[in-house]
């Protein structure tokens, strides 16, 4: 008796490598800064450098002063490395988009009630371009923000707002979610900052109770739920992205939604 055929499926690999010039020549463009004055030999440490990372036919593009002994560099160099792309596996923030109208709409017909949102630039951080972007009514690229939406309440509280305060705040406002804004980076202090809000968050009882979000130039979904969050927002984040996630995560919280994938 033969054996029956099997019905798995594998996945089909997917095998990328870096692009340059033509397809899969494994040319890569680097830049850094190394703490030497301009030279010729700065140069050739640069080289030596790149080809130390492994890197093949390495030639150095530009070299520029940064600074009283920095050379800032741009390096092009061709590495043999690839991987399988089909192994790859990222969290993603995945929501049915629907346009401003529409999802005013959904909101009054399903939810009932306007939708109350506080964002702010927490602990030290001065920057307010990312929560300005996202909650301010011009929103940005003609995209527009969350203040303009009927359905939504908004509090846009600034920046160097306490993580304290800002929960509050959202207490006092029985918000449904909380906007967290980090844009300085340096030396990793937007993880540290982030994870006492989550501290705070669960001191002050409202972990999961409220919708917790996170953005910033180094922020990732990935990297907010590791942090606790619900979701998180990087570069290029649209107010309509937010919006749609809060009214469509509102929704699964009521037991209106299934959960997205």
Request: include cysteine; glycine fraction near 8%.
């Amino acid at each position: 008796m033969s054996a029956a055929p099997s019905s798995s499926n594998p996945k089909q690999k997917q095998i990328i490598r870096p692009y340059g010039d033509r397809r899969d020549d494994g040319v890569v463009q680097l830049s850094f800064t190394l703490p030497v004055p301009l030279s010729e030999k700065a140069k050739e440490a640069a080289l030596q450098l790149t080809k130390k990372m492994g890197f093949t036919d390495v030639k150095v593009a530009a070299a520029e002063r940064a600074a009283d002994n920095y050379t800032f560099f741009i390096v092009y160099a061709r590495t043999g490395l690839y991987l399988d792309y089909s192994e790859i596996e990222v969290p993603e923030v995945v929501v049915k988009k629907l346009g401003m109208t529409e999802l005013n709409v959904l909101i009054r017909q399903k939810i009932g009630r306007r939708l109350v949102v506080l964002g702010a630039c927490t602990g030290t951080d001065t920057h307010t371009v990312g929560i300005d972007a996202i909650l301010n009514m011009k929103g940005f690229a003609g995209d527009y923000g969350l203040e303009r939406y009927p359905m939504f309440e908004v509090y846009n509280l600034g920046s160097q707002v306490p993580n304290e305060e800002l929960i509050r705040k959202a207490r006092e406002k029985q918000a449904d979610a909380i906007l967290v804004s980090q844009v300085v980076t340096q030396r990793d202090v937007h993880k540290d900052n982030s994870r006492h809000f989550i501290e705070e968050a669960k001191r002050q009882n409202v972990y999961g109770k409220m919708i917790l979000l996170l953005g910033g130039p180094r922020v990732d979904h990935k990297l907010a739920l590791e942090l606790g969050f619900d979701a998180g927002f990087g570069p290029g984040t649209r107010p309509s992205d937010v919006a749609n996630y809060i009214a469509h995560k509102m929704l699964q919280k009521m037991g209106l939604e299934g959960e997205t994938p």
